[in-house]
Protein backbone atom coordinates (compact mmCIF):
# COMPACT_ATOMS: atom_id res chain seq x y z
CA UNK A 1 0.00 0.00 0.00
CA UNK A 2 1.29 3.30 -0.74
CA UNK A 3 -0.25 4.76 2.35
CA UNK A 4 -2.12 8.05 2.56
CA UNK A 5 -1.05 10.12 -0.03
CA UNK A 6 -1.51 14.01 0.07
CA UNK A 7 -1.47 16.62 -2.88
CA UNK A 8 -0.15 18.81 -3.02
CA UNK A 9 3.20 18.92 -1.21
CA UNK A 10 3.75 22.42 -1.40
CA UNK A 11 1.52 25.51 -2.44
CA UNK A 12 2.51 29.12 -2.10
CA UNK A 13 -0.09 31.48 -2.98
CA UNK A 14 -1.30 35.37 -2.87
CA UNK A 15 -3.94 36.24 -0.27
CA UNK A 16 -7.86 35.73 -1.66
CA UNK A 17 -7.37 32.90 -3.34
CA UNK A 18 -8.83 29.66 -3.25
CA UNK A 19 -6.94 26.73 -1.81
CA UNK A 20 -7.70 22.96 -2.76
CA UNK A 21 -5.38 20.22 -0.40
CA UNK A 22 -6.50 16.74 -1.84
CA UNK A 23 -6.15 13.22 0.14
CA UNK A 24 -6.22 9.54 -1.23
CA UNK A 25 -6.72 7.36 2.54
CA UNK A 26 -5.56 3.89 2.84
CA UNK A 27 -7.22 1.37 0.84
CA UNK A 28 -9.96 -0.17 3.58
CA UNK A 29 -9.47 2.45 6.24
CA UNK A 30 -12.98 3.69 7.09
CA UNK A 31 -11.77 6.81 9.22
CA UNK A 32 -10.78 10.51 7.46
CA UNK A 33 -8.69 13.23 9.58
CA UNK A 34 -7.26 16.42 8.62
CA UNK A 35 -4.73 18.00 11.09
CA UNK A 36 -3.72 21.35 10.48
CA UNK A 37 0.33 21.98 12.21
CA UNK A 38 2.22 25.49 13.38
CA UNK A 39 4.61 25.94 15.38
CA UNK A 40 2.46 27.74 17.72
CA UNK A 41 -0.58 25.72 17.98
CA UNK A 42 0.81 22.34 17.21
CA UNK A 43 -1.30 19.28 15.72
CA UNK A 44 -4.86 20.66 15.57
CA UNK A 45 -7.87 18.69 14.60
CA UNK A 46 -9.65 20.24 11.96
CA UNK A 47 -12.62 18.06 10.92
CA UNK A 48 -13.18 13.69 10.51
CA UNK A 49 -15.16 12.14 8.82
CA UNK A 50 -16.39 7.92 9.48
CA UNK A 51 -17.30 6.20 6.45
CA UNK A 52 -17.77 9.25 4.23
CA UNK A 53 -19.69 11.21 6.77
CA UNK A 54 -18.26 14.30 8.79
CA UNK A 55 -18.53 13.46 12.65
CA UNK A 56 -17.11 16.56 14.21
CA UNK A 57 -16.11 20.27 12.51
CA UNK A 58 -15.30 22.33 15.53
CA UNK A 59 -11.34 22.57 14.88
CA UNK A 60 -12.47 24.24 11.54
CA UNK A 61 -11.66 27.64 12.12
CA UNK A 62 -14.23 29.30 10.19
CA UNK A 63 -16.67 29.34 7.60
CA UNK A 64 -13.46 30.02 4.85
CA UNK A 65 -12.50 26.10 5.70
CA UNK A 66 -14.45 23.62 4.29
CA UNK A 67 -14.02 19.81 3.34
CA UNK A 68 -15.48 17.01 1.33
CA UNK A 69 -15.54 13.62 1.12
CA UNK A 70 -18.09 12.09 -1.57
CA UNK A 71 -16.45 8.54 -1.92
CA UNK A 72 -14.65 6.39 0.14
CA UNK A 73 -10.73 7.11 -1.43
CA UNK A 74 -10.76 11.38 -1.75
CA UNK A 75 -10.95 14.00 0.41
CA UNK A 76 -10.69 17.71 0.02
CA UNK A 77 -9.88 20.24 2.48
CA UNK A 78 -10.11 24.20 0.61
CA UNK A 79 -9.98 27.10 2.02
CA UNK A 80 -11.65 30.16 0.57
CA UNK A 81 -10.40 32.94 0.80
CA UNK A 82 -7.05 31.89 1.67
CA UNK A 83 -5.41 34.54 4.32
CA UNK A 84 -1.53 34.52 5.73
CA UNK A 85 -2.24 33.02 9.32
CA UNK A 86 -3.40 29.84 7.00
CA UNK A 87 -0.03 28.92 6.53
CA UNK A 88 0.47 25.76 8.07
CA UNK A 89 1.42 21.98 7.20
CA UNK A 90 -2.32 20.02 6.75
CA UNK A 91 -1.96 16.62 7.39
CA UNK A 92 -4.31 14.05 6.42
CA UNK A 93 -4.86 11.05 8.33
CA UNK A 94 -6.89 7.76 7.65
CA UNK A 95 -7.42 4.79 10.09
CA UNK A 96 -9.45 1.59 10.61
CA UNK A 97 -11.07 2.13 13.75
CA UNK A 98 -11.59 -0.76 15.91
CA UNK A 99 -13.16 -0.49 19.54
CA UNK A 100 -11.44 1.42 21.83
CA UNK A 101 -8.31 1.55 19.32
CA UNK A 102 -7.22 3.99 16.67
CA UNK A 103 -3.97 4.58 15.26
CA UNK A 104 -3.43 7.08 12.12
CA UNK A 105 -1.44 6.66 9.26
CA UNK A 106 -0.71 10.15 8.30
CA UNK A 107 0.44 11.22 4.77
CA UNK A 108 3.78 13.74 4.24
CA UNK A 109 1.42 17.01 4.54
CA UNK A 110 0.74 19.85 2.16
CA UNK A 111 2.62 22.74 3.16
CA UNK A 112 0.80 25.75 2.28
CA UNK A 113 2.39 29.16 2.30
CA UNK A 114 -0.39 32.18 2.09
CA UNK A 115 1.44 36.00 0.73
CA UNK B 1 -12.01 18.93 26.20
CA UNK B 2 -8.92 17.16 26.46
CA UNK B 3 -5.35 18.89 27.27
CA UNK B 4 -1.76 17.60 26.63
CA UNK B 5 1.20 18.54 28.00
CA UNK B 6 4.80 17.56 27.79
CA UNK B 7 7.47 18.21 30.26
CA UNK B 8 10.24 19.50 28.00
CA UNK B 9 10.22 21.01 25.08
CA UNK B 10 13.63 19.66 24.03
CA UNK B 11 15.48 16.50 25.08
CA UNK B 12 19.25 16.20 24.08
CA UNK B 13 21.19 12.76 24.87
CA UNK B 14 24.17 11.25 24.14
CA UNK B 15 24.10 8.41 21.73
CA UNK B 16 23.73 4.91 23.25
CA UNK B 17 22.23 6.64 26.57
CA UNK B 18 18.14 6.17 26.92
CA UNK B 19 16.10 8.86 26.36
CA UNK B 20 12.76 9.85 28.09
CA UNK B 21 10.03 11.57 27.07
CA UNK B 22 7.12 12.49 29.56
CA UNK B 23 3.22 13.56 28.87
CA UNK B 24 0.60 14.86 30.79
CA UNK B 25 -3.09 14.51 30.24
CA UNK B 26 -6.33 16.06 32.36
CA UNK B 27 -9.00 13.44 31.36
CA UNK B 28 -9.00 10.55 33.30
CA UNK B 29 -11.63 8.85 31.05
CA UNK B 30 -9.02 8.74 28.26
CA UNK B 31 -8.40 5.38 27.16
CA UNK B 32 -6.05 4.89 24.77
CA UNK B 33 -2.74 6.00 24.18
CA UNK B 34 -0.02 6.58 21.26
CA UNK B 35 3.12 7.90 20.97
CA UNK B 36 4.20 9.34 17.79
CA UNK B 37 7.39 10.02 16.01
CA UNK B 38 7.65 12.88 13.54
CA UNK B 39 10.66 13.74 11.27
CA UNK B 40 12.01 16.57 9.29
CA UNK B 41 9.62 17.49 6.54
CA UNK B 42 7.24 14.42 7.34
CA UNK B 43 3.71 13.14 9.11
CA UNK B 44 3.94 11.96 12.27
CA UNK B 45 4.71 8.06 12.29
CA UNK B 46 3.56 5.55 14.94
CA UNK B 47 5.77 3.95 17.57
CA UNK B 48 3.88 2.15 20.20
CA UNK B 49 0.30 2.32 22.10
CA UNK B 50 -1.24 1.27 25.04
CA UNK B 51 -4.52 0.94 26.41
CA UNK B 52 -5.96 2.34 30.18
CA UNK B 53 -6.20 -1.17 31.46
CA UNK B 54 -2.41 -1.71 31.23
CA UNK B 55 0.39 -0.09 32.90
CA UNK B 56 3.35 -0.77 30.44
CA UNK B 57 4.14 -1.81 26.83
CA UNK B 58 7.08 -2.94 25.19
CA UNK B 59 7.94 -2.55 21.83
CA UNK B 60 11.33 -2.76 19.88
CA UNK B 61 13.99 -0.14 22.26
CA UNK B 62 10.58 1.77 23.28
CA UNK B 63 8.55 0.96 26.62
CA UNK B 64 5.24 3.34 27.57
CA UNK B 65 4.68 3.32 30.58
CA UNK B 66 1.22 4.63 31.94
CA UNK B 67 0.26 6.28 35.42
CA UNK B 68 -3.38 6.82 35.58
CA UNK B 69 -3.06 7.75 39.53
CA UNK B 70 -1.60 10.95 37.90
CA UNK B 71 -2.42 10.67 34.17
CA UNK B 72 1.19 10.52 33.30
CA UNK B 73 2.44 8.61 30.33
CA UNK B 74 6.31 7.95 29.32
CA UNK B 75 8.20 7.03 26.20
CA UNK B 76 11.91 5.04 26.82
CA UNK B 77 13.72 4.74 23.85
CA UNK B 78 16.86 2.36 25.30
CA UNK B 79 20.21 2.76 23.05
CA UNK B 80 19.27 6.06 21.93
CA UNK B 81 20.53 6.02 17.92
CA UNK B 82 20.88 9.36 16.18
CA UNK B 83 17.90 8.23 13.99
CA UNK B 84 16.19 8.85 16.65
CA UNK B 85 16.22 12.11 16.42
CA UNK B 86 12.76 13.76 15.77
CA UNK B 87 9.83 15.14 17.14
CA UNK B 88 7.76 12.95 19.80
CA UNK B 89 3.85 12.95 20.29
CA UNK B 90 1.87 11.52 22.92
CA UNK B 91 -1.82 11.27 21.68
CA UNK B 92 -4.72 10.41 24.15
CA UNK B 93 -7.80 9.67 22.69
CA UNK B 94 -11.64 8.17 24.35
CA UNK B 95 -12.72 6.97 21.02
CA UNK B 96 -11.29 8.24 17.05
CA UNK B 97 -10.74 11.73 17.98
CA UNK B 98 -6.97 11.99 18.92
CA UNK B 99 -5.60 14.99 21.10
CA UNK B 100 -2.11 15.45 20.55
CA UNK B 101 0.85 16.83 22.86
CA UNK B 102 2.76 19.56 21.99
CA UNK B 103 5.29 17.50 21.28
CA UNK B 104 9.56 17.39 22.41
CA UNK B 105 12.36 17.34 20.75
CA UNK B 106 14.85 14.43 21.01
CA UNK B 107 18.23 15.45 20.14
CA UNK B 108 20.90 13.03 19.17
CA UNK B 109 24.75 13.94 19.42
CA UNK B 110 27.54 11.27 18.44
Known amino acids: DAGVIQSPRHEVTEMGQEVTLRCKPI?????LFWYRQTMMRGLELLIY????????DSGMPEDRFSAKMPNASFSTLKIQPSEPRDSAVYFC?????????????FGAGSRLTVL | GESVGLHLPTLSVQEGDNSIINCAYS??????FIWYKQESGKGPQFIIDIRSNMDKRQGQRVTVLLNKTVKHLSLQIAATQPGDSAVYFCAVTGFQKLVFGTGTRLLVSP
Open chain 1, 49 to 56: FNNNVPID
Open chain 1, 93 to 105: ASSLVVTGANVLT
Open chain 2, 27 to 32: NSASDY
Open chain 1, 27 to 31: SGHNS
